[in-house]
C-alpha cells in the first residue's frame, strides 16, 4: 500500500519509562530476558514500499516475539525500511520516523518526509521507517469485518439522530466478536507497549545505543512511552501533534478530544467557507457558516439523500458530519465539505467518494482497534455511554455526541495485559514538543497535557497554524527551523516558545 493511501486511511480509521516506573504488570505480561540482538540484512525495497521511494531507501525484516513475555515462543517479523545518513562523516545516529494511527506505517517515510528534512538533518541520521506489528508488509492482522462496518461514519460511533447509542453498543459487540473470531493471537499482542517494546528491539538489531524520535500523532504517545521506558536509549526526541497521554483514559481521551478539536477548527474553515470569491462559498458572512451546517445535518437526519457507490449509500447526518471531522484535518480538505454542503441544499450528492482497498481498511481497523482496547479497559456499560453523549450532544453539537460514545472497546473480550504507562518528569532533558494551535484530532489542550506531565524533561513550541501535523507541514518558518536546529545540534529554546 502506498503511503498516500494509508494517509487517507487513517482519515477514516479511529482516531492512538524506567521499569521501576511501570504500573504493576501481571505475571504474564513482564518481559522475559532479551534473546540476543539479530543483525539485519538490507536489500532493495520490493511490492508496495517501493512505491515512490528513493533509489537510496533499503528495507529488511526483524523477527521479534508476539508476546514479549515468552521471548522464546511464536515470533512475527517487522517490515523496516532506512536511508543512510548522507554525510557519514557527520553522522550521529538513527532517526526513527514514528508514524501515527494506531493503524499507521512509516515505511516509505524516509523516502517521503525524509526529502522534506533539511541537508545537515539528513547528514546526521539514518531515517529509520517500519511497518509496526499487525500492519502488512509485517506480519498482518484483521477482523473481518462486515463491508457496512467499514464505513468511515460506522468507524467512529456517531449516535442515532435522537441521541440513542443503542445501535453502536450493536455495532461494538458484532465488531468486537469479528475480531475475537477472525484476528487470531496476534490480536491480543498489539498495543503500545508492545510497539514500544518493538522500537527497541529495532534499535538494538541496528547496533545502535541510543535513537532519535521523530513522532507525529499517535506516534507521539509511543515515542512518550519509549523515552519513560527506555529514557537513557534516546537521544533527540520530536514529538508533533500530540495526544493527551492521561494513563486512565489513553485513546478514550483521545477520542473525547474531537470535542474541543473540532471547536477550534471550525471557525477557521467557516472564515474561507464564507470568503468572497471562493468558487464553494457556503454562507455570506462567517457567523452564518456553523448553523447553516446544523440545520443540513438535521435535515439529512430526517431524509437521508441516495448515494450510489458510497458506504452507506446514503448521505444521511452522520455521514456529513463524518466528512465535516474528516475536511477538518487539513486546510487542503475544506473544498470536500463545502462542496458536499452546497450540493445536500440541491437535494443532490457529488460522485461517491474513491475508497480505498477494503482488505487495506480491514488492516488498519484490526491494527487501530487491537491497539486502543488492548492499552486500557472502557466502560461497558450503555449507561455510561448514554450519559457521555447526552452531555457532549448539548456542550458540542457540531459533534452531536460521538466523542463520548461507545467504540468497539465497550465489548472487547480481552482485558489488557498490563496497566497503561504513566509519563513523568524523570529521565533525560531531551524532548522537543511541536504543536499546531488549531488541530481537530489532538488539540492544544491535549499537548499541554503531555508538557506538563513532561514536566522540566521538555520545551513545547506552538505554531500559530491550522491542521495534523506540524513540523515541515505548514510553512511556518520560526516552528520547522527551531525543530531542525535541534535535530541537527541538540539546541533547544530555553523555554516554550510560541511562533507565529
Not at 95 to 122: A, H, I, M, N, T
Not at 214 to 235: E, L, M, N, R
Not at 302 to 319: C, S
Request: charged residues 20%; aromatic residues 4%; contains cysteine.
Amino acid at each position: 500500500m502506498t503511503q498516500t493511501t494509508r494517509t487517507t486511511l487513517l482519515a477514516a480509521v479511529p482516531a492512538a519509562l524506567l521499569v521501576s516506573l511501570l504500573p504493576p504488570l501481571t505475571a504474564s505480561a513482564v518481559p522475559g530476558p532479551a534473546a540476543p540482538a539479530p543483525s539485519l540484512s538490507w536489500g532493495p525495497c520490493a511490492g508496495a514500499e517501493a512505491d515512490g521511494s528513493a533509489p537510496r531507501q533499503q528495507c529488511a525484516t526483524l523477527r521479534v516475539p508476539m508476546d514479549h513475555a515468552d521471548p522464546r515462543g511464536p515470533e512475527i517479523s517487522l517490515a523496516l525500511s532506512r536511508i543512510p545518513a548522507e554525510n557519514p562523516q557527520a553522522r550521529r545516529g538513527a532517526l526513527f520516523l514514528v508514524p501515527g494511527g494506531p493503524g499507521g506505517s512509516s515505511l516509505g517515510d524516509p523516502s517521503g518526509k525524509g526529502r522534506k528534512l533539511p541537508q545537515e538533518v539528513r547528514d546526521r541520521y539514518d531515517l529509520i521507517g517500519f511497518a509496526p506489528r499487525g500492519i502488512a508488509p509485517s506480519t498482518s492482522v484483521g477482523c473481518g469485518l462486515e463491508h457496512g462496518d467499514l464505513a468511515p461514519s460506522k468507524l467512529r460511533p456517531w449516535p442515532a439522530p435522537d441521541g440513542s447509542v443503542d445501535e453502536n453498543m450493536a455495532t461494538a459487540r458484532r465488531t468486537a466478536d469479528a475480531c475475537a473470531r477472525n484476528g487470531g493471537e496476534l490480536i491480543r499482542h498489539l498495543s503500545t507497549a508492545a510497539n514500544v517494546r518493538d522500537l527497541d528491539r529495532v534499535r538494538a538489531a541496528l547496533g545502535e545505543r541510543r535513537i532519535s524520535v521523530w513522532g507525529v500523532s499517535y506516534g507521539t504517545y509511543v515515542g512518550a512511552v519509549y523515552a519513560q521506558k527506555f529514557p537513557h536509549q534516546t537521544d533527540r526526541v520530536v514529538l508533533d501533534s500530540n495526544d493527551d497521554p492521561d494513563p486512565t483514559r489513553v485513546a478514550r481521551g483521545w477520542l473525547a478530544a474531537y470535542e474541543q478539536g473540532v471547536e477550534d477548527v471550525f471557525p477557521h474553515f467557516a472564515a474561507w467557507a464564507s470568503a468572497p470569491g471562493n468558487p464553494d462559498r457556503v454562507a455570506e458572512t462567517a457567523s452564518e457558516v456553523r448553523p447553516a451546517f446544523l440545520r443540513l445535518a438535521a435535515r439529512l437526519d430526517r431524509e437521508p439523500i441516495p448515494w450510489p457507490g458510497a458506504n452507506p449509500e446514503e448521505l444521511n447526518g452522520n455521514v456529513l458530519r463524518q466528512t465535516m471531522l474528516d475536511s477538518l484535518y487539513q486546510p487542503g480538505r475544506y473544498p470536500t465539505l463545502a462542496k458536499l454542503m452546497l450540493a445536500a441544499r440541491h437535494g443532490t450528492v457529488p460522485p461517491a467518494p474513491a475508497a480505498p482497498p477494503e482488505p487495506a481498511v480491514q488492516n488498519v481497523t484490526a491494527v487501530s482497534a487491537g491497539t486502543i482496547c488492548n492499552d486500557v479497559a472502557w466502560p461497558t456499560s450503555p449507561a455510561v455511554y448514554e450519559k457521555g453523549v447526552a452531555e457532549s450532544r448539548a456542550k458540542h453539537p457540531l459533534t452531536a455526541g460521538m466523542p463520548r460514545n461507545a467504540l468497539l472497546c465497550a465489548a472487547w473480550p480481552h482485558p489488557p495485559r498490563e496497566a497503561p504507562v504513566r509519563i513523568t518528569d524523570r529521565g533525560p532533558s531531551n524532548v522537543l514538543l511541536v504543536q499546531n494551535e488549531r488541530d481537530v484530532a489532538t488539540p492544544l489542550g491535549g499537548a499541554l497535557k503531555l508538557r506538563e506531565a513532561l514536566g522540566r524533561r521538555a520545551v513545547m513550541v506552538t505554531v500559530d497554524s491550522t491542521g495534523h501535523g506540524a513540523y515541515l507541514a505548514h510553512g511556518n518558518e520560526c516552528g520547522d527551523r527551531t525543530v531542525s536546529r535541534f535535530l541537527a545540534t541538540g539546541e533547544r529554546p530555553g523555554r516554550d516558545l510560541y511562533c507565529r
